[in-house]
């Protein structure tokens, strides 16, 4: 079992400030950043293998349900 990412949170604004470190995060150690917009989570920034993945994950789940 692999052990669960550490999952960083950042204010849209401030995560702009560091995109190439936010993007750094999640590419290479697979550290997702939820950005906040207003007290919101507004997004995540994920790595590209973690989004193929959940999308992969929701097309089965959707192929399960009908």
Known sequence: M???PTEHRAKIAEARNVLGEV???ARFAGEPTILINRG???AVIV???FYRQALEDRARL???EK
């Open 40 to 42: 919101k989570e507004a």
């Open 62 to 64: 959707e192929s399960l």
């Open 23 to 25: 993007i750094a995060r």
């Open 47 to 49: 790595s590209p293998e």
């Open 2 to 4: 692999s052990a669960t």
